[in-house]
């Protein structure tokens, strides 16, 4: 079975930090192009930030310059480092991947999100 498990979410106040992780675990042999997304209460779903398996990488107009997504594929884990949070910036995040199992299936994944709230 092949789960993605997002952290590093939290309460921070603007103009601060936070860093999300994203990793894979289970029958993993590689994990594909990666997005986080992100959900506001009463919004849609959106898109964030993208990277490839060789690591281009593409941003939302809001969170660029701010936002930046990275990998390390020995760890199975994705990366969004985000700084300069905005209120704007709160909601709930999540991680999606295609995902290769060591069987060479492949499967579309989500996690179950992690909480960040901007307020003071």
């Known amino acids: 079975q092949v789960q993605l498990v997002e952290s590093g979410g939290g309460l921070v106040q603007p103009g601060g930090s936070l860093r999300l992780s994203c990793a894979g675990s289970g029958n993993i042999f590689k994990i594909n192009a990666t997005g986080w997304y992100r959900q506001a209460p009463g919004k849609q779903r959106e898109l964030v930030a993208t ?31 985000m700084n300069s949070l905005k209120p704007e910036d709160t909601a709930v995040y999540y991680c999606n991947a295609r995902v290769t199992t ?16 901007v307020s003071s």
Do not use: H
Not at 52 to 69: D, L, M, Q, W
């Open 102 to 117: 060591m069987t060479f299936r492949e499967y579309d994944c989500w996690g179950r999100g992690t909480q960040v709230t």
């Open 51 to 81: 990277i490839t398996s060789g690591g281009s990488t593409n941003y939302a107009s809001s969170v660029k310059g701010r936002f930046t997504i990275s990998r390390d594929n020995a760890k199975n884990t994705v990366y969004l480092q």
